[in-house]
């Protein structure tokens, strides 16, 4: 047999953005990167508004400048110089998102650090959060526009909400492709929407205009100490949905999110926010919807459908984000292995994993019956997305030092900033803790544990199972002494230890008293890069006459497919043929003990956990007329 090298990382496929490709790209990018950020407008003015104090038919020129000045400033500083000026640049082969920068950070640091996996776990415990609440608040927050249209119709705007997510929930499982088709048009209607309603109202009071000056937002501050914090809490309503841009980097690249960026979505934010400062001051009444009532009367039934129409894309975006991130996590084995159904034969990232599906609907329903309007989950909101922001730019500084090679002075001067900007809205959220707040920290906590759960019960469980287990070097050896009978055809036995032998191996031999002709001695590893080219997956080892080991790597962003990874093994002089193979897993049946490195309890879970995870067959792509099982049990 042919001995390759050991598998490394290979460059990133998939993320080959053609110059013929890109008005498709930026047209996709405005649907799935900035249907987030584009609701913003709905509420987070109206939030500004509420808690600086402003009241109906009296409301303070001077503190409309200094609002608008911030949110201003937080979209210019946040997302235009943060995201898109840095940390799009720091990608992983490609690709985006906390734990993609996690890998990162963390393969750059000598030892591979714990601290870099416990930010990597925080920030994506913290987006699962986000993505619970973001439904919620944006589909309430469009359907609220009933109240201006039709106030009679004030009573129906929780039960509509649950109907829209509902049904937005039971079409996960017949795939996006054919309605993210639409999502870019809609979405480019609604960012000219925003735009040419702002620009009405600005040409009516130009004035409105001065709020760019940075020194109304410093003054605001500056006179109005005594909120201040509640104030930057509700401004960061305007920026959440920024983090879209770097999880969804993969599936566009950068130069068309931040083309998207710059030459529609930033100058229709930034119409729109200004348009209704300039529609309070004219209209002091108007302060409860502002959004809503600047819009000609004739208008606003088509914006609520439109708003309603830009809601759910912005929760598809972010669910099949919340799918995306579980499948990382669980090749980066923080997870178990839920199982993955694949909605499209040409895109490998539409996926439906309806265990998270079901989760995700009942949080998402809890939260809009138990909060019944935007404005309260608005206070939920923010902790989420202002600690992974803030997790984002402390990674950040890492690549910057260590895989840039910035120096100190340099990396401090750019980044420290950034991350002060980050602390100070994290800071402003965390004092809404008690108003909703509790809700994404609750989540995250949950997740955290989870994760953290799994990654000590499989630790346990792979120290158990090696001490049941004898060196394969031990078996060979005994082999050389004395042949065994053989039977034709190859067996592969699966293992997750590349030096022991696996159980299914001993078990089979216990009981058949045989081996076959070829025997294959499999481990799966999951690479820190998103994706492992095809001559570097391979690495194939000759043992012994009856015995070879292959170690095939994937990357984080890949789906597992064994059979097909076998077949590159050709190429290395491997003998294959998928109708005379037999797969032999390893089916553990785990019970919890009391003197185990964890509480008893935590072993319930984790047991819990491995029960609910899809198996191994259908997880590698096995096919299931020839795998055959072997039970054991294991005590951790």
């Known amino acids: 047999m042919t001995s390759t090298k050991p598998p490394g990382n290979g460059p990133q496929a998939g993320n080959d953005h053609r110059p013929a490709n890109f008005p498709l790209l930026v047209l996709g990018a405005l649907g799935v990167v900035y249907g987030d950020i584009g609701t913003s407008p709905i509420y987070a003015f109206r939030e500004a508004l509420t808690v600086s104090g402003q009241v109906s038919g009296m409301v303070d020129g001077k503190q409309i400048l200094g609002l608008l000045s911030l949110i201003v400033w937080a979209l210019t500083a946040i997302v235009a110089i943060k995201y898109v000026g840095f940390v799009l640049k720091a990608d992983n082969k490609g690709e985006g998102g906390t734990l993609s920068l996690m890998s990162l950070a963390r393969e750059s640091l000598e030892g591979r650090p714990v601290w870099v996996l416990v930010l990597g776990i925080v920030g994506a415990s913290l987006f699962l959060g986000d993505a619970i609440i973001t439904p919620a608040i ?17 009573h129906w705007v929780v039960p509509t909400t649950v109907a829209i997510i509902t049904v937005l929930f039971l079409v996960q499982r017949f795939g996006t492709g054919g309605v993210a088709s639409v999502f870019g048009p809609v979405t480019a209607l609604w960012f000219l929407t925003l735009g040419v309603s702002g620009l009405a109202h600005i040409l009516q009071q130009p004035l409105i205009l001065s709020a760019i000056n940075p020194l109304h937002a410093i003054q605001f501050l500056g006179t109005h100490a005594g909120i201040s914090v509640p104030v930057l809490g509700a401004v960061f309503l305007a920026v959440t949905g920024a983090e879209a841009l770097y999880v969804d980097l993969g599936h566009f690249g950068r130069k068309p999110i931040v083309f998207a960026w710059f030459a529609l979505v930033f100058p229709s934010l930034l119409l729109n926010y200004f348009g209704q400062g300039a529609y309070v001051l004219s209209h002091p009444e108007d302060i409860e919807h502002p959004f809503f009532a600047m819009q000609p009367e004739w208008a606003q039934f088509p914006v609520v459908v439109l708003a309603t129409a830009a809601t759910v894309i912005a929760s598809q975006a972010v669910i099949s984000g919340a799918y995306s991130l579980i499948r990382q996590a669980m090749h980066l084995n923080l997870l178990p292995r839920f199982s993955i159904r694949h909605t499209s034969e040409t895109q490998a990232g539409q996926i439906y994993m309806p265990q998270i599906n079901a989760l995700l609907f009942v949080a998402v329903i809890a939260l809009v019956i138990t909060f019944r309007n935007s404005s309260g989950l608005s206070a939920a909101y923010g902790i989420a997305v202002t600690g992974e922001m803030l ?17 100190r002075t340099l990396a401090l001067m750019v980044i420290a ?20 707040g509790w809700v994404p920290v609750a989540v995250a906590l949950t997740a955290a544990f989870l994760m953290q759960t799994w990654i000590s019960g499989r630790r346990l469980l792979t120290i158990r199972t090696r001490a049941d287990e004898v060196p394969l070097t031990m078996i060979i050896d005994n082999l050389t002494r004395k042949r065994p009978s053989t039977v034709p055809g190859t067996a592969v036995f699966l293992t997750s230890d590349v030096e022991g032998a696996p159980t299914a191996l001993l078990h089979s031999m216990k009981h058949y008293k045989v081996l076959h002709e070829h025997n294959i001695i499999l481990s799966v590893l999951t690479s820190p890069s998103p994706y492992v080219a095809d001559d570097e997956k391979i690495f194939l080892e000759g043992l012994h006459p009856l015995f070879s080991r292959i170690v095939i790597t994937f990357g984080y962003m890949e789906t597992p497919n064994i059979p097909r990874a076998l077949i590159l093994a050709r190429k290395l002089g491997l003998k294959f043929d998928i109708m005379s193979t037999t797969f032999f897993l390893s089916r553990r049946t785990i019970l919890p003990s009391e003197k185990g490195g964890m509480p008893l309890w935590q072993d319930r879970v984790f047991i819990a956990l491995a029960h609910n995870a899809s198996n191994a067959t259908e997880y590698f792509r096995l096919p299931t007329g020839r795998v055959v099982e072997l039970g054991i049990q294991v005590t951790i």
């Open 417 to 436: 900033p950034l991350i002060l900007i980050d602390t100070s809205f994290f800071v402003a959220n965390v004092a809404k803790f008690g108003q909703g």
């Open 138 to 154: 944006s589909v309430l927050s469009a359907v609220e526009g009933l109240e201006v249209v039709a106030p009679q119709l004030s």
């Open 391 to 407: 997790i984002t730019a402390i990674l950040l500084f890492v690549v910057a030092r260590r895989v840039w090679r910035w120096r």
